[in-house]
């Protein structure tokens, strides 16, 4: 079947670069891009047009670190720092995830609000509880959100929300077990080195070789973290060692944070094709720093951005590529390291995902589409006429679910 889009196309097919397209037309075929063209290729000229007019037509975005037992208590706890955040706040409200019908209540309304923010790709860490993980799969997928969730396994230093090791492991198994989803998979989610004692490191790193399965953790996030982690592995030199001792430290292996990773931590995540997870509002939140973003995408490691929320404070994935770059600018006037600019920001918010599932960058033919259509009607008049490029930034500024008029994910029209 042929979908054709008629409207102003904008998109970052590499980092750094931007390409816009006044009144283009995208063409897929059963939700797949064919092409996007100046005029309407002959051939198609039988099929509908979906009209957009003046809207904007971008890609949508991917949030590539997220706890989704934390929605509750987003906006709420932002005056400790990590270990203790973790312990007044974070653990006993993750605990309330026994409760499935909670569960069921909170993780719908979750799923919502990122499809109507524009987000249609995550990789996202649930609770321990088995039962409340399979709901939250099963929520995504009805959303029409793609991606990874992780059932986290902690059995050490976690408060309330502690496990055995044996419940953790068997629990794994058993949600795996159960994970049939066609666009939600699983993702094996040790919560970081502190929470995971090295017998259930061992047994997850067998399992991720045994069942191909890709991994997500936490990394280098905070200076505390940081010391406590060198206790607990004296052997390990750096942080990420530790995971690479499991067999967790693998290509696509998602970490988040990666702070305090200095040259040495950046080469090994550039050479195993370990993916790094910035989320910029969280950093920020929690006082754990800046990540060194630039100096990564030189290195050669791969960068996305995350929400992880709630110790980042929006899940509007607009919102987080804006912090990103304000980030980058404190950042900025203090080491003279450039800043990220918007069309930057916005690639790693949007194509660095969609490469990390194996989509394209940008609307690259032959991969299903991944859409946002923003209809600026909502925003201020400006005193003059706008250049698309303008018109993007200030979308990438001003968008909220109100101005997201349409959202497609794989293909398939989802608001
Ligand atoms: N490190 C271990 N758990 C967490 C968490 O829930 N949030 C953040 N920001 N860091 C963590
Ligand atoms: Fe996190």
Redesign the pocket.
Known sequence: MVTILRGNIIHTPAFGKLETLAGGYLVLEDGVIAGVYPRLPEGYAACPVEDWGEKLILPSFADL???APQYPMLGMGMDLPLLDWLNAYTFKTEERFADTDYARRVYRRLAEELVAGGTTRVAM?SSRHTDATLILMEELERAGVTGYVGKVNMDRNSGVAQETTEESIAETLRWLESCHFDHIKPMLTPRFTPSCTDELMAQLGRLAAERDLPVQS?LS?NTGEIAWVKELHPDCGQYWETYRKYGLWKPGTLM??CVYSDERERAAMAEAGVWAVH?AA?NVNICSGTAPVRRMLEEGVPVAL?S?IA?GDQLAMSQVVVTSIRASKVKAMETGEPFLTVPEAFYLGTAAGSRYFGGGEGFAPGHALHAIVVDEGVFPESTRELTLAERFERAVYLMDEYSIAAVYSEGRRVK
């Open positions: 670190h997220l706890h860490f936490h996030e988040a944070h989320c969280s995350g992880d110790g």
